[in-house]
């Protein structure tokens, strides 16, 4: 089968390696660390990764010809272009626009989820600060404040501070922060617990969820300084057993699928719940509407079922396998360049890729990186790299990924030396137990 993976990441890179096993792959556009873009390329450049049976275009995914389409990003999901390429009775894994609402709006998600009953945060929705600032004294402490509109995982500010978070939904809603996307905000009650990330696969009416993961959303140690799209994850998650990610299922996830249909919605593509288990158990932060990243970068290395069978049969609305996974961990490290999240600088040299790639265990994902006229690997964005490694345990699989991460570096980079670092450290107490 010939597959069309849209978008540009790591989470795309993550997904074509793990399609390529049994799939011809072509990537829209994908990043030269997928693949080389031309022969002269791939002679020219180091390319320490890359797959076999992977290619890339330039094309817009709507010229490519494949057998099924996999749109990786939010944001051509939201613009619909699930929607297009199914009216040219293309097999497509991705909701339409109508279903993507759900990450496109957070107040239209908040509203499903009310009229579902999926137990989440307390919030209201506001396009006027007063009211907005009202409702903060409303509820207790911790407060959060969150942008409409997409933000690229940016436009969520949780605060111990009513006032900062006054001047937030200010900032937001006068388009100062966050252009149109904060025009709107949602204010809700903070929830506290360990997070959790569970992707699950919906053909419209069925599901299947995968290997739970968990992400690190805030940029520095110790979960410290603003959010970013994700610097780091594990999988599996010790906390979240068999039975939890059932109890996920039946009261968050059936009820949601079934409110869309009630809507008219049918959903074909991932339902990425983002979770916080609270003390009295797991709540909705919120919906996504595609694979998250970097949580796919450590899932689908776990993943021993055949990811095009999967994505083609709920594509085209029976999905019967069930994902396994194997019993192995794998961690990833996210590098980042210089000044990332605010403004990320690009155009720094990468070093030691060819090295970190041979290391037992290690794949190093491509998310925002591009080729310098000597052929050269160079910084092209806020995330660059997704550094994973599989093991025996958690610490093994963290242990690899940070030997790898030790080789890489460039003028600037950041990197996060926490994850999975808790968890970890809880299996080495258990083993000693
Ligand atoms: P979201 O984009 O809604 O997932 O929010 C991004 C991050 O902000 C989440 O992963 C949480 O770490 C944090 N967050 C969002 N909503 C809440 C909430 N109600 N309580 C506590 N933390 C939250
Ligand atoms: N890792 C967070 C996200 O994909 O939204």
């Avoid at 719940?273 to 909705?284: C, H, K, N, S, Y």
Wanted: charged content about 25%; glycine content about 12%; proline content about 6%.
């Amino acid at each position: 089968m010939r597959v069309c993976v849209v978008g540009s990441g790591g989470r795309e890179h993550a997904l074509a390696l793990s399609l390529a096993r049994t799939a011809e792959v072509v990537v829209a556009p994908g990043n030269p660390g997928m693949a080389p873009r031309t022969a002269a390329a791939a002679e020219s450049a180091h390319f320490a990764l890359g797959g076999s049976g992977i290619t890339l275009t330039d094309d817009p995914p709507e010229d490519v010809d494949a057998e099924l389409f996999v749109i990786g990003p939010e944001q051509p999901l939201v613009d619909g272009l699930a929607d297009r390429l199914r009216a040219e009775r293309r097999l497509v894994f991705g909701p339409g626009a109508d279903g993507a609402r759900l990450e496109g709006s957070k107040a239209f998600m908040k509203a499903v989820l009310a009229e579902a009953g999926v137990p989440t945060a307390r919030y209201g929705a506001f396009d006027e600060v007063k009211e907005a600032q009202a409702f903060l004294h409303e509820l207790p402490g911790p407060w959060v404040v969150k942008t409409d509109g997409l933000a690229a995982g940016k436009g969520v500010l949780v605060t111990d501070s009513v006032a900062e978070a006054e001047a937030d939904i200010a900032a937001k809603l006068s388009g100062e922060s966050f252009g149109d996307a904060g025009r709107r905000v949602v204010v809700e009650e903070g929830l506290v617990g360990p997070e959790c990330s569970l992707l699950v696969l919906c053909d419209g009416t069925r599901i299947a969820a995968l290997a739970p993961a968990q992400d690190f959303k805030r940029v520095g140690e110790g979960d410290e300084g603003p959010n970013t799209g994700g610097m780091g994850a594990y999988s599996p998650v010790p906390l979240v057993e068999d039975r939890l990610v059932d109890r996920v299922l039946d009261q968050a996830v059936e009820p949601l699928v079934g409110a869309l249909r009630r809507r008219g919605i049918d959903y074909r593509g991932v339902l990425y719940a983002g979770l916080i288990l609270t003390a009295e158990g797991p709540r909705v932060l919120e919906y996504n509407v595609r694979f998250g990243d970097p949580e796919t970068q450590v899932v689908l290395p776990r993943l021993t079922e055949d990811l095009t069978g999967l994505l083609a049969e709920a594509a085209a609305g029976r999905l019967r396998t069930e994902p396994r996974f194997s019993p192995d961990a794998s961690a990833c490290v996210v590098l980042a360049s210089e000044g990332y999240p605010a403004a990320p600088r690009t155009g720094d040299r990468i070093d030691g890729l060819d090295e970190a790639a041979t290391l037992e265990g290690v794949t190093v994902f491509h998310a925002g990186t591009a080729l310098d006229a000597e052929g050269c690997f160079v910084t092209a964005g806020g995330r660059v790299l997704g550094v994973s490694a599989t093991g025996r345990t958690i610490a093994e699989a963290r242990r690899r990924a940070y030997g790898a991460v030790e080789r890489i570096g460039w003028e600037g980079m950041h990197f996060r030396t926490d994850i999975a670092a808790a968890a970890a450290a809880a299996e080495r107490s258990e083993g000693a137990a």
